[in-house]
């Protein structure tokens, strides 16, 4: 009975957490009308610029090892004249919409989280509301605008990124030459792969910023609570982002 217990138990929670990020969402597109641009503008240099350093270092390691991992084969195989297009492929595709939600997450929805959190335990989300102001259009709408803004501009600079470690490599590593490289992307790469990595990029940064906000208004109080909650909204970012993109994956490019 008790393991019956702990399955009916996991089951309510996880029912609860998708319809209160549900009806956070719905009521996020409802006071989009009260945005304030001020405070977007703000969120979108905090959340998104700050975050390329981030990106940039793991995209270009990540386009690195995966040239490593292709490129010598590939020659002994005859096939270098489709290395560049390849990994263009791959990084436009998935890798590069996937490690910028993740990184974002772990940067991102972290702060997001903590932030509302510590405002939420020290009452001034409750001071907002006395004042008659609407904790969705002051805290969250910016947000959850910011990184549907930013996360695009993120995934086209990783792209670049990315192509140009993973020709460093092929090149000075495996002897593939320059106009080869870049003759193999404009063969095989199409502007419809780096259109959908960014279309994935706005459902992920979607969801950071609902998970975000959802588990800062609801963390427990004390300072433990708001750590949890943190916690709780990177890792259950990371699962949705993952989920997601297999559905986004089939539904764009199948």
């Known amino acids: 009975m008790k393991v019956f217990e702990i399955i009916g138990g996991s089951l309510i929670k996880m029912s609860e957490t998708a319809g209160g990020l549900s009806l956070l969402f719905v009521e996020t597109l409802y006071h989009l009308k009260d945005i304030s641009f001020k405070d977007t503008f703000k969120q979108m240099a905090l959340l998104g610029a700050d975050s390329l350093p981030i990106v940039a270092a793991t995209i270009l390691c990540t386009g690195?090892?995966?040239?490593?991992?292709?490129?010598?084969?590939?020659?002994?195989?005859?096939?270098?004249?489709?290395?560049?297009?390849?990994?263009?492929?791959?990084?436009?595709?998935?890798?590069?919409?996937i490690l910028t939600g993740v990184v974002v997450a772990g940067r991102i929805g972290a702060a997001i989280a903590a932030e509302i959190?510590?405002?939420?335990?020290?009452?001034?989300?409750?001071?907002?509301?006395?004042?008659?102001?609407?904790?969705?259009?002051?805290?969250?709408?910016?947000?959850?605008?910011?990184?549907?803004?930013?996360?695009?501009?993120?995934?086209?600079?990783?792209?670049?990124?990315?192509?140009?470690?993973?020709?460093?490599v092929a090149h000075y590593y495996a002897g593939i030459s320059t106009f080869s490289f870049t003759n193999s992307i404009k063969t095989f790469a199409e502007f419809y792969d780096v259109l959908g990595g960014m279309l994935k990029s706005c459902v992920f940064g979607g969801i950071i910023a609902i998970v975000g906000?959802?588990?800062?208004?609801?963390?427990?109080?004390?300072?433990?609570?708001?750590?949890?909650?943190?916690?709780?909204?990177?890792?259950?970012?990371?699962?949705?982002?993952?989920?997601?993109?297999?559905?986004?994956?089939?539904?764009?490019?199948?």
């Open 64 to 97: 690195m090892v995966f040239s490593v991992q292709t490129a010598k084969e590939f020659v002994e195989l005859g096939a270098s004249s489709t290395v560049g297009g390849i990994v263009a492929v791959s990084m436009a595709r998935e890798l590069v919409p």
């Open 117 to 168: 959190g510590t405002m939420k335990v020290t009452e001034q989300v409750d001071a907002l509301r006395v004042m008659a102001a609407n904790p969705i259009s002051y805290l969250v709408v910016p947000r959850f605008v910011a990184i549907i803004c930013m996360m695009p501009i993120l995934v086209v600079f990783g792209n670049l990124i990315g192509d140009i470690g993973g020709w460093g």
């Open 213 to 254: 906000c959802y588990k800062g208004l609801n963390a427990p109080n004390g300072a433990e609570g708001v750590g949890l909650a943190t916690t709780a909204s990177v890792v259950l970012s990371i699962i949705l982002i993952f989920v997601t993109n297999y559905f986004l994956s089939i539904l764009i490019y199948v």
